[in-house]
């Protein structure tokens, strides 16, 4: 079945240590994004790639990076993770056509905590 | 300030009867709307859409309305299942935001045998 798999589902880290949450996809979907939602929350965009192309929320912290080496990986570094960037992190892809309206897909998404 | 506004943090309904699942945005510039269901331990699943254009779509028992004077929309499921008990997300975008889907918080809805 195509889908979007996330890895690992679980990943402790400590504070300040570098960690890296990985996103692959079967869909090959031209767009893919990372989500962060902390608990009771809605899901934040953080970033997104549109082919190679990044975009950043202008409000995602320095702290959070992405890389997209090819079509089907997508990689989210957190470069110091502090204690309130504990969350589940969504991965998910879409395809952009012409005008408006798509539907993203999600990955089952990677719990982060940091001790 | 929140764009997508569920106000129902939880619902509570008996097997076989209808739930009703409400999102309220303030953005008129929203064009495309979806529901989300997500179980616990898991990333969201799509479950139904609507465009701006319309003011109802249906998909076996779950039907969207869309309000656009009102800025509101509705999530119904007839009949409820125990296995729909999950929680909805209400999300928007503006068909030229290069996909940035606005969620609202969710409403955690709990079906009863």
């Known amino acids: 079945d195509a889908m979007v798999i996330q890895n690992p589902r679980y990943q402790v880290t400590q504070f300040g240590k570098p960690v890296t949450l990985s996103c692959s996809q079967t869909?090959?979907?031209?767009?893919m994004y990372w989500y962060q939602q902390k608990s009771s929350q809605a899901p934040k965009l953080l970033f997104h790639y549109y082919d190679k192309d990044f975009n950043n929320e202008a409000d995602t912290p320095d702290n959070f990076q992405s890389r997209r080496p090819n079509t089907s990986f997508c990689f989210l570094d957190i470069r110091s993770p502090g204690l309130g960037d504990a969350a589940m992190y969504l991965c998910a892809t879409s395809t952009r056509g012409q005008g408006g309206g798509e539907t993203q897909y999600f990955g089952p998404g990677t719990r982060l905590l940091v001790l | 300030d929140q764009q997508v506004k569920q106000n129902s943090p939880s619902l509570s309904v008996q097997e076989g009867r209808i739930s009703i699942l409400n999102c309220d945005y303030t953005n008129s510039m929203f064009d495309y709307f979806l529901w989300y269901k997500k179980y616990p331990a898991e990333g969201p699943t799509f479950l139904i859409s609507?465009?701006?254009?319309?003011d109802k779509n249906e998909d076996g028992r779950f039907t969207v309305f869309l309000n656009k004077s009102a800025k509101h929309l509705s999530l119904h499921i007839v009949p409820s299942q125990p296995g729909d008990s999950a929680v909805y997300f209400c999300?928007?975008?503006?068909?030229?935001?290069?996909?940035?889907?606005?969620f609202g918080k969710g409403t955690k809805l709990s079906v009863k045998p």
């Open positions: 999300a928007a975008m503006t068909g030229g935001s290069q996909g940035n889907l606005i």
């Open positions: 869909l090959n979907h031209n767009v």
């Open positions: 609507i465009s701006s254009i319309k």
